[in-house]
């Protein structure tokens, strides 16, 4: 994926679950801001008695990889007891659309 | 977002997390026709240089592709063209050479298979329905040795088809082949490394009877969902009394989701190894994980236990629903699309054997409407040759029937008797001895010779 070629339905989404607890929000975004990773877009509520939130970001003025970011995030939800990833977009598309 | 919800994103995610979906094995096949040298030596170095050259990366890319779209890669495996027609042209017609022959290329191949840290190698095998080379016949000749002393390497032999029927002379052999590699390797692990097929398709991605066929390209990745975890969540989770379309609906509509999940994966596998991509097989293929078991899904359709009356419905109505959802998802279906029923594989299929309540005959009834047959099914190791071409015989009769494809994965295990069992671990689980029949087939076996095709087989 060319970072400038991406449009907001080929960015990669951030998905947190876990306890919902103060502060989620901002650790995550604050993460993202110090590696310059742009969030386009984010929408949060509860699943199932779970805190959930999704964001899609963009990693064109950003220096990280997708590889790596990834690896990040996972290490700071271990750090906070949340769970973190990064998904390629294309695999909620690609099961949810026809 | 493509207007995704949070609520179909969450889902998406539980789908591996909490139901164990996963790409149950990612294939690349590989031609090597074009390998053949003067000497095996020759020979078996250009066939590694050509699968290294082009799987190098497999491992890789695929954990890197799995990370990505957050979906687990299980298996990473190559399927080549079948041994025979590879090694034809090496051979002399002096016995004892060529099943050194045969040897030599079959340790090249799990050699291979280590340096690619791969867990198989397919194609080892022969297309036999219409009638046996010399080169098949070292082949099949060659299959206890080769079994018993590698690893990685799988083999096939296809000897019945709609069009051709069944070469019986193949499989009154076959009976004796399949007893003397038991008794040749540790628990008659090699068995289950050996799959006789009726119909036997070209893209299968699922080992151990996969091989890549001359029909096809030069390199292809197929991809073998996995999905009897996510299919058993979306039964669990529907009401008991809920009519049997709908329940078929919402079993489609899993499938179409996992085929989706498939397909993408797999052909950004093929794109990253820059190779092309050929197919999706829908199998639910089990494993020994707690929650992945096709015969889970089958109780909670509502059966006391797998193997009971109304097991064939519960089975057609699954595989029925899992093609349709998973046709609808895409375009690329191949391989053999179904639902596996491997008995040493499936916790809930073994543990209704120990209650004598799935019986060999049921199983034979359940190959009829699911996609392989007979698959890691274990039998006494006193069971006479005879007994293992009949029951070869009858499972393949019901492929050529049927216009489908059918296998058979049997393995006759030294010295334990119906009811004990045995414990391979890890892929293959383990299975208890299923019971066979004590009534013997010996006169129809060894008549030999064709059983016909059928009529239906003469359309043009």
Same mark, same amino acid.
């Given at each position: 994926?060319?970072?400038?070629?991406?449009?907001?339905?080929?960015?990669?989404?951030?998905?947190?679950?876990?306890?919902?607890?103060?502060?989620?929000?901002?650790?995550?975004?604050?993460?993202?801001?110090?590696?310059?990773?742009?969030?386009?877009?984010?929408?949060?509520?509860?699943?199932?008695?779970?805190?959930?939130?999704?964001?899609?970001?963009?990693?064109?003025?950003?220096?990280?990889?997708?590889?790596?970011?990834?690896?990040?995030?996972?290490?700071?939800?271990?750090?906070?007891?949340?769970?973190?990833?990064?998904?390629?977009?294309?695999?909620?598309?690609?099961?949810?659309?026809? | 977002?493509?207007?995704?919800?949070?609520?179909?994103?969450?889902?998406?995610?539980?789908?591996?997390?909490?139901?164990?979906?996963?790409?149950?094995?990612?294939?690349?096949?590989?031609?090597?026709?074009?390998?053949?040298? /003067?000497?095996?030596?020759?020979?078996?170095?250009?066939?590694?240089?050509?699968?290294?050259?082009?799987?190098?990366?497999?491992?890789?890319?695929?954990?890197? *592709?799995?990370?990505?779209?957050?979906?687990?890669?299980?298996?990473?495996?190559?399927?080549?063209? +079948?041994?025979?027609?590879?090694?034809?042209?090496?051979?002399?017609?002096?016995?004892?050479?060529?099943?050194?022959?045969?040897?030599?290329?079959?340790?090249?191949?799990?050699?291979?298979?280590?340096?690619?840290?791969?867990?198989?190698? !397919?194609?080892?095998?022969?297309?036999?329905?219409?009638?046996?080379?010399?080169?098949?016949?070292?082949?099949?000749?060659?299959?206890?040795?080769?079994?018993?002393?590698?690893?990685?390497?799988?083999?096939?032999?296809?000897?019945?088809?709609?069009?051709?029927?069944?070469?019986?002379?193949? *499989?009154?052999?076959?009976?004796?082949?399949?007893?003397?590699?038991?008794?040749?390797?540790?628990?008659?692990?090699?068995?289950?490394?050996?799959?006789?097929?009726?119909?036997?398709?070209?893209?299968? +991605?699922?080992?151990?009877? !996969?091989?890549?066929?001359?029909?096809? &390209?030069?390199?292809?990745?197929?991809?073998?969902?996995?999905?009897? /975890?996510?299919?058993?969540?979306?039964?669990?989770?529907?009401?008991?009394?809920? +009519?049997?379309?709908?329940?078929?609906?919402?079993?489609?509509?899993?499938?179409?989701?996992?085929?989706?999940?498939?397909?993408?994966?797999?052909?950004?596998?093929?794109?990253?190894?820059?190779?092309?991509?050929?197919?999706?097989?829908?199998?639910?293929?089990?494993?020994?994980?707690?929650?992945?078991?096709? /015969?889970?899904?089958?109780?909670?359709?509502?059966?006391?236990?797998?193997?009971?009356?109304?097991?064939?419905? =519960?089975?057609?109505?699954?595989?029925?629903?899992?093609? &349709? /959802?998973?046709?609808?998802?895409?375009?690329?279906?191949?391989?053999?699309?179904?639902?596996?029923? +491997?008995?040493?594989?499936?916790?809930?299929?073994?543990?209704?054997?120990?209650?004598?309540?799935?019986?060999?005959?049921?199983?034979?009834?359940?190959? =009829?409407?699911?996609? *392989?047959?007979?698959?890691? *099914? =274990?039998?006494?190791?006193?069971?006479?040759?005879?007994?293992?071409?009949?029951?070869? =015989?009858?499972?393949?009769?019901?492929?050529?029937?049927?216009?489908?494809?059918?296998?058979?994965?049997?393995?006759?295990?030294?010295?334990?008797?119906?009811?004990?069992?045995?414990?391979?671990?890890?892929?293959?689980?383990?299975?208890?001895?299923?019971?066979?029949? &004590?009534?013997?087939?010996?006169?129809?076996?060894?008549?030999?010779?064709?059983?016909?095709?059928?009529?239906?087989?003469?359309?043009?």
């Amino acid at each position: 994926m060319k970072k400038a070629e991406q449009t907001k339905s080929e960015l990669p989404i951030i998905t947190v679950i876990g306890e919902d607890k103060p502060g989620i929000v901002a650790q995550v975004s604050t993460m993202l801001w110090k590696k310059n990773v742009n969030i386009e877009e984010l929408n949060q509520g509860v699943i199932k008695g779970k805190f959930f939130m999704i964001m899609a970001v963009d990693l064109g003025k950003s220096s990280v990889s997708f590889e790596v970011l990834s690896r990040e995030l996972k290490a700071l939800g271990q750090k906070i007891g949340l769970d973190i990833s990064l998904y390629n977009q294309q695999i909620f598309t690609a099961m949810n659309r026809i | 977002m493509d207007g995704l919800s949070l609520n179909e994103i969450y889902e998406s995610i539980q789908l591996t997390a909490r139901d164990k979906f996963d790409i149950r094995t990612v294939t690349l096949g590989v031609e090597i026709l074009s390998c053949i040298g /003067g000497t095996i030596k020759e020979t078996n170095e250009l066939i590694r240089k050509r699968i290294v050259s082009l799987a190098k990366d497999l491992n890789h890319k695929a954990d890197k *592709v799995s990370d990505e779209y957050g979906v687990p890669i299980i298996n990473k495996r190559i399927t080549l063209t +079948p041994a025979a027609l590879v090694l034809a042209n090496l051979f002399k017609n002096d016995r004892e050479r060529d099943l050194k022959i045969c040897l030599e290329y079959a340790r090249n191949l799990d050699a291979i298979a280590d340096e690619l840290k791969i867990d198989f190698i !397919g194609g080892y095998g022969a297309l036999v329905e219409n009638g046996v080379t010399y080169a098949d016949k070292m082949i099949i000749e060659s299959l206890p040795e080769v079994l018993s002393k590698t690893n990685k390497v799988c083999a096939f032999i296809n000897v019945a088809s709609t069009k051709a029927g069944i070469n019986m002379d193949v *499989v009154a052999r076959l009976g004796q082949i399949i007893l003397d590699t038991a008794n040749q390797s540790k628990q008659a692990i090699g068995c289950a490394k050996l799959v006789v097929f009726a119909n036997a398709v070209n893209d299968n +991605p699922f080992m151990a009877g !996969g091989f890549h066929g001359v029909t096809g &390209k030069d390199s292809v990745i197929n991809v073998g969902i996995s999905g009897p /975890g996510v299919v058993r969540s979306t039964v669990a989770n529907l009401p008991k009394d809920l +009519p049997l379309e709908e329940l078929a609906n919402e079993i489609k509509k899993t499938a179409f989701k996992i085929t989706r999940a498939g397909e993408l994966i797999g052909r950004r596998v093929a794109k990253e190894l820059r190779v092309k991509f050929g197919s999706v097989d829908l199998s639910l293929a089990p494993t020994t994980q707690v929650g992945d078991s096709v /015969g889970e899904v089958l109780e909670l359709i509502g059966l006391e236990t797998v193997g009971t009356h109304g097991t064939t419905a =519960a089975l057609a109505l699954l595989t029925d629903a899992v093609k &349709k /959802g998973g046709i609808m998802a895409s375009a690329n279906i191949g391989g053999l699309s179904g639902a596996f029923i +491997p008995v040493s594989e499936d916790k809930f299929l073994s543990d209704a054997v120990k209650k004598k309540c799935l019986t060999l005959d049921k199983l034979e009834a359940l190959t =009829a409407i699911c996609s *392989v047959g007979l698959d890691m *099914v =274990a039998i006494p190791g006193s069971t006479r040759t005879t007994t293992i071409s009949a029951i070869i =015989a009858d499972e393949m009769a019901i492929g050529v029937m049927n216009h489908k494809t059918t296998a058979v994965r049997l393995i006759p295990v030294p010295g334990k008797r119906a009811g004990q069992y045995v414990a391979w671990g890890g892929l293959l689980g383990g299975a208890y001895i299923i019971e066979v029949h &004590k009534e013997k087939a010996d006169v129809f076996v060894w008549r030999k010779g064709q059983i016909p095709p059928p009529l239906t087989s003469f359309k043009n």
